[in-house]
């Protein structure tokens, strides 16, 4: 049969049989697993940080013996001395075989020589040292002295370029990393540092937080959005037009998992496609559960694997009685689900005549498991299938990330995850953590969006009381109001800032890094008049209390700082996931078609304050209080006060509690967040009650936000930035992509 006859019945039958749907005919007994092992309990359970000793023995596809004789008892892991440090040395003395968590250790080299990597180490709780080995580089060499990791030796000649050198670890320790390096063209070592680790040492979830995410940045980060002259771009990926990511998530169904522990998978998962979902990515998902056999809940050959809401249908509506009582561990199994979906993509591209598009495809695997694999054998063949279906080659590895999390410090065998996981130089793909509540945090602190492309309304770093995207406006040493980054140099605040005081260029914006940037100008919005309404007994009048501020200097592209999305974009219908060419009208009926819509805004601390902006019927209640007696406007028709642009919040009776803004505040954003990404939906203008005016502050340095007085509703009033769009329009028009209106 001639070859293109071949590839076309090869098309045929995986179009017919999709991954993970019932193949015909009887299954070649090298593919059927073996009846699982079901493994008694071995021993003792020891807590996080310790192990039992003597510890069981453990063979691939066996049961450890149940213990005899000696009793077991539990004791603390701890941190492995360095051996040697040539040309240098450390303290404190007398040095010890292994050290305690805390324990701090002191680098130096001898005199004229450069240390490199870290000068202090702190063992770490889990037994693991902070920081990077130290070395003594005399510049000698085309590289530097190899590392040695702390309880292991480097033996090799030479560090010219080609040298090799062989890393090994003492008595009772594993080797995670490279046991052979090579000096490269570039001056450096080939392959990760290598680490000597106790069998029981385990991550901490800020360690696994930035390995892990350091290098899902690279996969996700949009180089190809900027222009980069040539320059080198490192492992980031650029996504071309035609380009598209494949994420595969592996979630361990087996019998020593527990409800809780799948359940805690589960949610590990929900926050992998919610995350990855809101990046300008266009990302496809596959689940695959699996105990003795793997299950595939979805697959990548599906349409709707690229709906993330979908997705996450059918992984909350999972189960951990899905496997029934199956106890086997089936790496390879769920791995080779993963080799059949690509089998399938790979040949219906090549069928609709666009290999090309495949082969700029990028596919990144996450394995969540609790313990040994014990059926189906040695997971490593799957990658291999893996790798060569997809061409992993040195100038293709960056097309295929394979990350492997164990949970459980005494079950799971950190050499068998890192012969799964992938292997690049400065990053970590293998990690094992005590328990699957840090696997979750380490994951949720991994997935915030760092430095992936120009995204806007992200907060930067996780939990950051501060968002990045807001601004102080200082004139010298006073903070004068608040404001938010919008793109490029402009910054969105209010107009009333700016009345009675000094020239732009006596004022500067305070950054969220902390920076001083100088004004350049600022541009009112041409219908605010705060002196409109004194004929009508009205002394100030904010409408259209809104003002672009240009800054001297362009911020916000990267990192931190950081632009707020603002409505009625392009980049709002991304962070919303809603589809190019949403309208303004769709955005607003969304963020605010509901009566009570939960909303935040940063204080003069700065903090974030929850409030609930009113509409429909409940906003005429709100905007009411604007006239209550006790107010300047007390007495004045409701209308001449608050026009349609302003949004209304405030502390309902029997609500939820409410911050009410204070003085210094105005400018503001007042934001909303969907789907980890925040959308500002107005510009906090002015208020019935300033709860700040007394200035106490507590004994940790916060003000405290005095009550209002008896019977005084507080009540503040923001500008819609959906009711100023012809205006931000036009100014920004040049910044930003906006949706049509309606």
């Known amino acids: 049969m001639a070859p293109r006859a071949l590839a076309l019945l090869l098309a045929l039958l995986l179009v017919l049989v999709p991954p993970g749907g019932a193949r015909p005919g009887p299954a070649a007994p090298s593919s059927a697993p073996p009846a699982p092992t079901t493994c008694p309990p071995a021993g003792p359970r020891c807590p996080p940080g310790t192990y039992p000793h003597p510890p069981p023995r453990h063979r691939p596809g066996r049961c450890p013996p149940a213990p005899r004789g000696t009793p077991v008892v539990c004791r603390e892991v701890r941190c492995p001395a360095p051996l040697s440090l040539p040309q240098g040395g450390y303290s404190p003395t007398p040095r010890r075989p292994s050290h305690p968590p805390g324990a701090l250790l002191d680098f130096a080299c001898e005199g004229g020589l450069v240390l490199r990597g870290s000068p202090r180490r702190r063992c770490r709780p889990g037994g693991l040292w902070s920081g990077s080995s130290p070395v003594c580089d005399d510049g ?41 390096r090579r000096c490269l063209e570039t001056g450096r070592w080939s392959g990760p540092e290598p680490v000597c680790r106790h069998p029981y040492a385990y991550d901490l979830p800020e360690d696994v937080s930035e390995g892990f995410g350091a290098s899902l940045t690279s996969v996700l980060e949009l180089a190809g959005a900027h222009p980069h002259n040539g320059s080198s771009l490192g492992r980031r990926i650029v996504l071309t037009p035609t380009g598209s990511l494949r994420v595969y998530l592996l979630l361990d169904a087996s019998g020593s998992v527990s409800s809780e522990n799948f359940r805690l998978f589960q949610e590990c998962g929900a926050a992998v496609v919610d995350r990855l979902s809101s990046f300008e990515v266009s990302v496809s998902f596959a689940i695959v559960s699996f105990a003795s056999r793997a299950r595939v809940i979805v697959s990548t050959a599906e349409d709707e694997s690229a709906d993330a809401d979908e997705v996450l249908q059918r992984l ?13 561990t089936n790496v390879r199994g769920a791995l080779m689900e ?8 790979k040949a219906r591209a090549e069928r609709l005549g666009r290999p090309e598009a495949w082969r700029g495809t990028r596919h990144v695997v996450i394995l969540l498991t ?22 992993i080659k040195p100038d293709r590895e960056e097309y295929l990330d394979i990350y492997a999390f164990g949970v459980g410090a005494l079950e799971v065998d950190m050499a068998e995850l890192a012969a799964v996981a992938s292997h690049r130089r400065d990053e970590t793909h293998a990690f094992k953590l005590a328990d699957a509540a840090a696997l979750r945090q380490a994951l949720e602190a991994a997935l915030v969006a760092t430095t992936v492309g120009d995204l806007c309304g992200v907060i930067v770093p996780a939990g950051a009381p501060r968002p990045p995207w807001h601004v102080i406006l200082r004139v010298g040493r006073d903070q004068r109001c608040a404001g938010s980054l919008v ?18 260029h006596a004022w500067s914006a305070e950054l969220a890094e902390g920076g001083l940037v100088p004004l350049r100008r600022w541009v009112l919005h041409e219908s605010f008049d705060v002196r409109a309404g004194v004929s009508r007994g009205i002394p100030e009048f904010y409408d259209y209390d809104v003002a672009l501020v240009e800054l001297e200097q362009e911020v916000g592209t990267r990192g931190t700082p950081r ?32 009566p009570r819509v939960p909303a935040e805004f940063v204080s003069l601390d700065p903090q974030r304050m929850g409030v609930q902006i009113k509409n429909q019927e409940a906003w005429a209640t709100c905007a009411s209080g604007a006239t209550q007696p006790g107010t300047p ?30 003085k210094g505040e105005s400018g503001g954003s007042l934001f909303l967040e969907r789907r980890h990404r925040f959308i500002q939906v107005g510009v906090v203008s002015w ?13 940790g340095g916060l003000l405290l936000r005095a009550p209002a007085p008896p019977g005084h509703r507080p009540r503040d009033f923001h500008i819609s930035l959906f009711r100023v769009q012809p205006w931000l329009r036009r100014l920004l028009g040049g910044v930003l992509s906006f949706a049509p209106m309606r």
């Not at 993963?338 to 993509?345: D, P």
């Not at 793109?487 to 732009?504: D, E, K």
């Not at 999305?565 to 963020?591: F, V, W």
């Not at 208020?687 to 004994?699: N, S």
């Open 563 to 594: 632009r707020v999305c603002i409505p009625c974009t392009e980049d709002a219908n991304r962070a919303m996931r809603k589809a190019p060419g949403t309208t303004c009208e769709e955005q607003e009926a969304e963020l605010l078609g509901r």
């Open 316 to 328: 909350e509506n999972m189960t951990f009685a899905d496997h029934g009582n199956a106890t086997g």
């Open 140 to 180: 000698a060499g085309d590289c530097p002295p190899a590392p040695a990791p702390a309880g292991g030796v480097v033996t090799g000649r030479g560090r010219q370029r080609g040298a090799e050198v062989h890393v090994r670890c003492g008595a009772g320790l594993t080797l995670q990393g490279p046991a052979h």
């Open 487 to 504: 793109g490029g140099r402009w910054v969105l605040t209010a107009a009333h800032c700016f009345l009675g005081g000094p020239a732009p």
């Open 687 to 699: 208020g019935t009650f300033d709860p700040c005016r007394g200035g106490r502050r507590t004994a």
């Open 370 to 391: 609790d313990g040994r694999f014990n059926v189906g054998g040695h997971p490593r063949d799957a990658v291999a299938k893996i790798e060569d279906v997809l061409e």
């Open 633 to 662: 406007y007390a007495g004045a028709a409701l209308g001449d006060v608050v026009t349609e642009r302003f949004l209304c919040s405030g502390q309902e009776s029997g609500g939820p509690p409410e911050a009410a803004t204070c």
């Open 338 to 345: 993963v080799y059949h979906m690509l089998l399938f993509e």
